[in-house]
């Protein structure tokens, strides 16, 4: 399994039967493949589909159902068609459970930048910010450092941010962390690494509950 | 009976440098490809667009944003844009980027007789520095002003005579929206059918928003599955 589907396996747990979900572009578009056929979860993507199902195979694309990453993808029973402000009723409304981003920084309070770096990518905002803001739970699904091997989560966004205090829940390869009022939490590890390692890649000091820690 | 169907020739007279357009569309569904193909021939200069997206290299608005034809693209996000993005980096377009359900929201609050509307998506952003913050009721709120246009130009899967519109699928995104937003509006439909043969339950958009159908006789590979999409 490679590090973004380990991420997206262990994301797709978060996930309630019934539930709202939005996915974000990358890792998240892979946690479908990780949800029980039972879930019935109603995937949501801001161009105004809601019950988004599997990526097409070859040759069975329909030229007017893409999701908002551009991908040819299907629907699952109960699906619904609308325009872009009703779309976004529903986001800026509340109605999405889960709101699963991506991310550049994402700081201890729950702070997320991930829409530009100044001077080198900036190639708009689309529906993030409004997801971050929005809905009721945001989980970030990330690498746990940078390319560079540079910590990812940060006392403070170096970055301009898309919201402020948003994340809830951080999801990485080493581990999954919440965000409380309190600090950051360090809910489970991955199997394969040790708190040392996760302490020494994480730029905040963690917080962990009596006992073991879980693993993943 | 009213016919607003029009040939394609005549379809775009309307067009005048200077104007503002709002092309519907998210990516390539929706996107009225045969309309704007006819737009770049005619030569209008000085454009403002207003579009979700830049389409992506070489087709749909694209084509005229690389003919520098536009001035001022209104839109969301760009990044399957390559080319749009480096023109906007060496500044040979004014690029206005929203967040995406805020742009939707301006366009409909245009369409709907508003002079804008308060929000406070981004008020913790660097997006407050180029809005208008001001204060509601103990906390600060974004003001988004209203947004129109003179022209716009929509695709639709299927029209009657009268101009009552039928989107299919993932094609309707900002197409209604535009359609309520603008002054003279433009759909070119890839079935057009008798007016009554279109169950008014099903109409997505009423014919009061129409002003000019255009029938499509085939769809361009524009229109069609794109390979660099497909898995």
Redesign the interface.
């Known amino acids: 399994m490679s590090y973004k589907e380990k991420i997206a396996a262990r994301a797709a747990r978060e996930v309630q039967p019934g539930q709202v979900i939005n996915l974000g572009i990358g890792i998240p578009t892979m946690i479908p493949d990780y949800l029980p056929d039972s879930s019935e979860v109603f995937i949501q993507?801001?161009?105004?589909?809601l019950g988004i199902g599997p990526?097409?195979?070859?040759g069975t694309?329909?030229?007017?159902?893409?999701?908002?990453g551009?991908?040819?993808v299907t629907v699952v029973s109960g699906a619904s068609?609308?325009?872009?402000?009703l779309?976004?009723?529903i986001?800026?409304g509340g109605r999405v459970d889960v709101s699963f981003l991506g991310t550049l920084e994402v700081s201890a309070n729950g702070d997320l930048a991930n829409w530009?770096i100044p001077g080198k990518m900036?190639?708009?905002?689309?529906?993030?910010?409004?997801l971050a803001?929005?809905a009721r739970r945001v989980i970030v699904t990330t690498s746990h450092t940078t390319r560079e091997g540079r910590p990812k989560i940060l006392p403070r966004c170096t970055l301009?941010?898309?919201?402020?205090g948003c994340v809830r829940t951080i999801i990485t390869e080493l581990a999954v962390i919440d965000v409380t009022p309190q600090g950051l939490m360090l809910r489970e590890m991955a199997e394969e690494t040790s708190f040392d390692e996760v302490r020494e890649k994480t730029d905040v000091p963690l917080l962990f509950g009596e006992g073991e820690i879980p693993r993943f | 009976m009213i016919d607003k169907s029009l040939p394609i020739a005549d379809a775009l007279e309307a067009v005048h440098d200077g104007h503002t357009v709002m092309v519907g569309g998210f990516g390539a569904p929706g996107t009225p490809f045969l309309l704007l193909d006819r737009l770049l021939a005619r030569g209008a200069r000085d454009l403002t667009l207003v579009k979700n997206d830049a389409n992506e290299p070489g087709t749909g608005i694209s084509k005229l944003l690389e003919a520098g034809r536009v001035h001022t693209l209104i839109a969301s996000h760009i990044g399957l844009n390559p080319t749009i993005v480096a023109m906007m980096h060496r500044r040979e377009i004014e690029v206005e980027l929203y967040p995406q359900g805020i742009l939707a929201e301006k366009i409909r609050a245009g369409g709907s007789g508003l002079i804008g509307f308060l929000t406070d998506i981004g008020v913790d952003t660097i997006l407050r520095e180029s809005r208008q913050v001001v204060p509601v009721e103990g906390r600060e709120a974004i003001l988004e002003l209203a947004l129109r246009a003179d022209i716009a130009l929509i695709h639709a899967a299927r029209a009657d005579r009268a101009g009552n519109l039928v989107f299919a699928k993932s094609a309707r995104n900002f197409c209604p929206l535009m359609a309520m937003a603008a002054d003279r509006v433009i759909v070119e439909a890839e079935e057009v059918v008798p007016t009554g043969a279109i169950d008014p339950d099903r109409v997505h958009l009423p014919c009061a928003f129409v002003d000019h159908i255009v029938a499509l006789d085939k769809l361009t590979p524009d229109y069609g599955v794109l390979p660099q999409h497909v898995l």
């Open positions: 993507s801001e161009n105004g589909i990526r097409c195979r070859n694309e329909d030229r007017n159902l893409i999701d908002a551009a991908n040819y068609f609308f325009d872009s402000a779309s976004f009723a986001i800026r530009i900036a190639p708009g905002i689309g529906g993030g910010m409004e803001q929005k301009p941010l898309t919201a402020r």
